[in-house]
T-cell receptor
Framework: GIQVEQSPPDLILQEGANSTLRCNFS?????LQWFHQNPWGQLINLFY???GTKQNGRLSATTVATERYSLLYISSSQTTDSGVYFC??????????FGSGTKLNVKP | EAGVVQSPRYKIIEKKQPVAFWCNPI?????LYWYLQNLGQGPELLIR????????DSQLPKDRFSAERLKGVDSTLKIQPAELGDSAVYLC???????????FGPGTRLTVT
């Protein structure tokens, strides 16, 4: 299967700081999603971004499929951004492979 | 639009007992997934349905796990008998079609004692 590596594994930020989370994958993909898992365990869709750049408020994401990576940018972080961020990829519209996540803690 | 519904949210059972989880996907979503999530890890696929057909169940431990999706809508995942190592969160997700954006339910946290 496709190997998905996320970095950093842990991140501590002061409220208001910016951050970049990275997702590397081992093979060609044609689907990629970013999720936020909140402290109650709910996985929330952030972006469906097989390629290109998207923005939603303080969050934006860029996927460069030819170079096998995606980046998630969080600007002006808030305490509610805390949780675990997952990247999931799939090829040929089959199963999704998840990374191990980046655990973010935003301190007030 | 209602999201993916799962029940129960929490379940505590003794080992060797059976347990079942239920999932109701978003209306109109043809693809349904069951995932297992261990603490500190990302979700891992157990089984994927396209309508009522199981098209990827290679990760499902078939000696004790079973799943069904009757009429291509609701789905049930069963474990019989449960083992201590089955303690985890069981997540259900659905997509409008194969490979498209997934939407997750809140999950069922299973504790086997």
């Amino acid at each position: 299967g496709i190997q998905v590596e996320q970095s950093p594994p842990d991140l501590i930020l002061q409220e208001g700081a910016n951050s970049t989370l990275r997702c590397n994958f081992s093979d060609s993909v044609n689907n990629l999603q970013w999720f936020h898992q909140n402290p109650w365990g709910q996985l929330i869709n952030l972006f469906y971004i097989p390629s290109g750049t998207k923005q939603n408020g303080r969050l934006s994401a860029t996927t460069v499929a030819t170079e096998r990576y995606s980046l998630l940018y969080i600007s002006s972080s808030q305490t509610t951004d805390s949780g675990v961020y997952f990247c999931a990829v799939s090829y040929n519209f089959n199963k999704f492979y998840f990374g191990s996540g980046t655990k973010l803690n935003v301190k007030p | 639009e209602a999201g993916v519904v799962q029940s129960p949210r929490y379940k505590i059972i003794e080992k060797k007992q059976p347990v079942a989880f239920w999932c109701n996907p978003i209306s109109g979503h043809n693809t349904l997934y069951w995932y297992l999530q261990n603490l500190g890890q990302g979700p891992e696929l157990l089984i994927r349905y396209e309508n009522e057909e199981a098209v990827d169940d290679s990760q499902l431990p078939k000696d004790r796990f079973s799943a069904e999706r009757l009429k291509g809508v609701d789905s049930t995942l069963k474990i019989q008998p449960a083992e201590l190592g089955d303690s985890a969160v069981y997540l259900c997700a659905s997509s409008p079609r194969r490979g498209s954006e997934q939407y997750f339910g809140p999950g069922t946290r299973l504790t086997v004692t």
